[in-house]
């Protein structure tokens, strides 16, 4: 918890919740790759007291929890790990209601940024 936020309201906070905004996540497979380290991160936030949380020491067991998720056949993002390739966006099909010339959109989706989760 933040100290921002006040003891008062620390006692509404019933747990932890995290995002992955898929709008610009262009297939199953990279969503896939970005949820995964992200879980483990969670996990390390929702059970590791506040005054236990070492970076360091999350960091050194990431490696072993990657293997895991492979052993499952399962393929998260992590360093030095490539991004699943990007599929052909095509724009609609769409049929002209007139004769004017039509233009049809193609072109790769943009490569995903690479961030290191700031969870603490």
């Given at each position: 918890?933040?100290?921002?936020?006040?003891?008062?309201?620390?006692?509404?906070?019933?747990?932890?919740?995290?995002?992955?905004?898929?709008e610009?996540?262009?297939?199953?497979?990279?969503?896939?790759?970005m949820?995964?380290?992200?879980?483990?991160?969670?996990?390390?936030?929702?059970?590791?007291?506040?005054?236990?949380?070492?970076?360091?020491?999350?960091?050194?067991?990431?490696?072993?929890?990657?293997?895991?998720?492979?052993?499952?056949?399962?393929?998260?993002?992590?360093?030095?790990?490539?991004?699943?390739?990007?599929?052909?966006?095509?724009?609609?099909?769409?049929d002209?209601?007139?004769?004017?010339?039509?233009?049809?959109?193609?072109?790769?989706?943009?490569?995903?940024?690479?961030?290191?989760?700031?969870i603490?």
């Open positions: 918890m933040t100290p921002a936020l006040g003891t008062a309201a620390v006692s509404h906070v019933l747990g932890v919740q995290g995002q992955l905004w898929t610009h996540i262009d297939s199953d497979a990279r969503v896939e790759a949820a995964l380290p992200r879980a483990a991160a969670l996990a390390e936030i929702a059970w590791t007291a506040a005054d236990r949380r070492d970076w360091p020491s999350f960091a050194g067991r990431l490696p072993a929890m990657q293997a895991r998720y492979q052993a499952l056949g399962l393929h998260p993002d992590g360093p030095g790990v490539p991004p699943p390739p990007s599929p052909r966006r095509v724009s609609q099909q769409l002209p209601c007139t004769d004017a010339t039509s233009l049809n959109l193609e072109g790769r989706a943009p490569p995903a940024r690479r961030r290191h989760p700031s603490w």
